[in-house]
């Protein structure tokens, strides 16, 4: 863990979500991020890790992913080194993404889901999904790297209707309007 003006090191994002209920097609959610450049944080992603892909210098890695929500507890876990992360980048935007491929689902759909973004045992954020019911994707942590280099939290609970994963990736990290 960092010092504490140090910025972020070591930071984790965990998702939950219940099972389909029995005889209804599986619920697959998956966390996904979008890492910027620092000359223009708010255009196209450089890279995008979800959970075929890792980021191409290992700073970003999916640990841990589900496809149904069966486990204990937080079933997906990200992982993002910022205290490794190349100088080249200026912001990563992390969110969940829920699958369309059995039929639309919002995150309304979801029992018992919810996020958490971890510095070691430091809760920077939680959400349970309750202020984003009709959206079918969101954006739930904006990290930015500042002037001194240090990288910094942000909160960014947003919510999109995408329709699908590879959409989502496009357009998590515009600026809203």
Not at 13 to 24: A, T
Not at 68 to 75: A, D, H, L, N, R
Not at 93 to 118: D, K, M, S, W, Y
Not at 119 to 128: I, K, T, V, W
Request: proline letters at 6%.
């Amino acid at each position: 863990m960092t010092g504490a003006g140090d910025g972020l090191g070591k930071v984790e994002m965990k998702l939950r979500w219940d099972p389909s209920p029995y005889g209804e097609p599986p619920r697959h959610l998956d966390i996904i991020s979008a890492t910027y450049s620092a000359e223009d944080p708010h255009g196209p992603p450089v890279y995008v890790v979800h959970y075929e892909s890792r980021s191409p210098d290992g700073t970003i890695n999916m640990r841990r992913h589900s496809e149904t929500g069966m486990g204990f507890g937080f079933v997906e876990d990200m992982v993002f080194e910022f205290d490794r992360l190349s100088s080249r980048y200026g912001r990563v935007v992390a969110g969940v993404a829920i699958h369309q491929n059995t039929g639309p689902r919002t995150f309304g759909e979801i029992h018992n889901g919810g996020v958490v973004v971890l510095e070691g045992y430091r809760q920077l954020m939680a959400d349970d999904f309750s202020g984003i019911g009709e959206a079918t994707a969101a954006t739930f942590a904006e990290f930015v790297r500042d002037s001194s280099g240090a990288w910094r939290f942000r909160e960014m609970i947003r919510g999109f209707d995408s329709g699908d994963p590879a959409h989502f990736a496009a357009e998590m990290g515009r600026l809203p309007g």
